[in-house]
């Protein structure tokens, strides 16, 4: 069957110039090759060919508005219910200097998803963001029904993201518990931890049950510390693009945390990591995953776009 995908929107409007290319690569990710771009009453559509089934996958493409089947220039609209469990206002309504675009943290969660060893639609994965902020990759893993842990060295983003989740939760009406609380070993204080446990949430597939998120206000490096070896499915980390960060630059924080995030991540896992090329070359991130002992998979490419004057951002991703 043919299809025709109408890309959504961007309130970034860069973001918006490589939506297109973007998604063409995340389609291939999926198993998809786009065919032909195509103008149909001014609006641009990507084609490409794929059988019905596979549509419940590609409904979570990062910026799919909708799906059409295409027959000659006519468009019969196609009914592709993504995984999503909350409203979309639980990764708009936060608005502060630095977000990345939620556009781009649903893709690096995907691409991230496919390069593991499991099906998108039939685990609950448990998903790590090292370097997590505010928290955005965490709302996504949510909105897909899955379990998130975070790592944040900055207290105050920490402190920002329980006080949203809190109200979030409360306003939505959304049986929950939610404490912060300090975090220690051999009798040293690492840090705190914000726990959220989401309750009552209709049970969906291979997903059933509560949800938890976990938000660590910590040092990454000791992120083997926090908590067990191969504890989670996936780990996601959009690092930070300036060359000093509170513990280094990308490429020094990538160096030093990559042996305590490979330890957390189970057999069959995966690892992507988006970062600014302006930094480290591409080979240079490869080698660095490679060396921590994963394997990048062919087929996960093409994601390299511009941002602004001093970023351009590209993804990398590899399997234990």
């Excluded at 490589?18 to 084609?47: C, I, N, P, Q, R």
């Amino acid at each position: 069957m043919k299809y025709a995908l109408l890309l959504a929107p961007s309130a970034n409007r860069v973001y918006t110039r490589s939506a297109a290319g973007l998604a063409s690569s995340e389609l291939k990710a999926f198993g998809t090759t786009v065919d032909e771009t195509v103008v149909l009453g001014g609006l641009s559509y990507l084609v490409f060919e794929a059988e019905p089934e596979s549509l419940a996958r590609l409904a979570n493409l990062s910026s799919a508005y909708a799906f059409f089947e295409l027959h000659g220039d006519m468009l019969k609209p196609v009914v592709a219910a993504p995984l999503d469990v909350f409203d979309d206002d639980l990764l708009t309504i936060q608005k502060y200097a630095g977000k990345t675009n939620e556009h781009f943290t649903k893709l690096l969660l995907n691409v991230t998803a496919l390069a593991s060893s499991w099906d998108l639609l039939g685990r609950k994965f448990v998903v790590l963001d090292p370097v997590a902020g505010r928290g955005t990759t965490l709302n996504q893993a949510l909105m897909y029904g899955w379990d998130a842990i975070g790592i944040e060295i900055d207290g105050k983003h920490v402190e920002a993201y329980a006080a949203f989740m809190k109200t979030y939760l409360q306003r939505k009406r959304i049986k929950h518990t939610a404490d912060t609380t300090p975090v220690r070993r051999d009798g040293r204080r690492l840090g705190r931890r914000f726990d959220a446990t989401i309750l009552g949430r209709e049970p969906r597939a291979a997903i059933a049950g509560s949800q938890q998120v976990t938000l660590f206000d910590a040092d990454t490096r000791e992120s083997r510390k926090l908590m067990k070896a191969h504890c989670v499915d996936l780990i996601v980390a959009d690092l930070p693009y300036n060359v000093v960060h509170k513990i280094g630059s990308p490429k020094q924080l990538l160096a030093e945390a990559l042996p305590g995030w490979v330890e957390l991540l189970r057999p069959g896992g995966a690892l992507g990591v988006s970062w600014n090329t302006h930094i480290a070359a591409r080979e240079q991130a490869v080698a660095l995953i490679e060396e921590a002992g994963l394997k990048v998979p062919e087929g996960f490419d093409g994601f390299e776009h511009w941002v602004d004057q001093g970023i351009t951002r590209d993804i990398v991703v590899a399997r234990k």
